[in-house]
């Protein structure tokens, strides 16, 4: 099982959106999909939860990190809701490592259930956040094109606690990061120059599509994934013409993060 995990300190930059919509793609191709949404808003859960093809496991991500170890229901794509009270884990420093291990050892448990798992965390750096990154395999972090995004690049990276270069070096050494993935990206002049000011400093954190034309992965603003979201709906699966546009755009993007995971699309 192949574990993928979305992160970026800050809020509202997609990392629900893309985290299930790629969850979707990944079912559609025919791999065994565990999702589990470690953010107390629930705003996958919630998603997944509306789409027929999900099923949603009893244990939620709290009894998870709690030490639970129930056994998931025997279907190829399953949800371990996130719950409201996930946010007071924080002030349980005594019970962190435990967090941590009890993550660790239901993903081994789960191990041949599924081809992949996909976690959704919250946007702040706090010991949800820093059990994904320690137990993950794949980062991937959706930014927005601005000035406050470009710069939180930093706190991803070097955050002294939970920064991907402190875990990776100390703790997790198989994590990797896939890349940063601009998100909600419009085709106007100002986020045109954002883009290139992004891909300056930090073209080797971008995802290339395409080597040779210097295409990078990024998702565009359509108000069709923001409906899909709503709606708990594949966009792929949506017959709207906006849908199916939106689609093809992203698709290549999605493509390019699987083969990067080895998970053969
Ligand atoms: N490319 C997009 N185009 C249009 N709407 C989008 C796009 N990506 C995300 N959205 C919408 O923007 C809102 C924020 O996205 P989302 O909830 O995925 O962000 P998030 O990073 O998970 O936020 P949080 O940090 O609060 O968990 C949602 O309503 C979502 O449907
Ligand atoms: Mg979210």
Redesign the pocket.
Known sequence: MKTLVLA?Q?????????GCQFAYYLAQQGKRVLFIDL?H?M?SSKALAKNGKVTSAELTSIALLGGQLDALPAASFVLVPGDDVLSSLERQPGEHNNYVNALKAFLEKVDGQFDVCII?T??NPDIRYAAALITGQFLLS?IELNQEAIDGIGGLLNHKRYGYRKIKAAINTQLELIGILP??VEPTPFQKGNFKQLVEPFSQLMILIDPEKKRFAY?????A??EA??EGAYLADMKKTSARDAWREIKPSFEVIAKRMALEV
């Open positions: 970026n800050k809020g509202g930059v997609g990392k629900s959106a893309i953010d808003q705003n959704d919250n946007p959706p998100n909600l998702i565009p603003t359509r108000t994934i923001a979201q709503a």
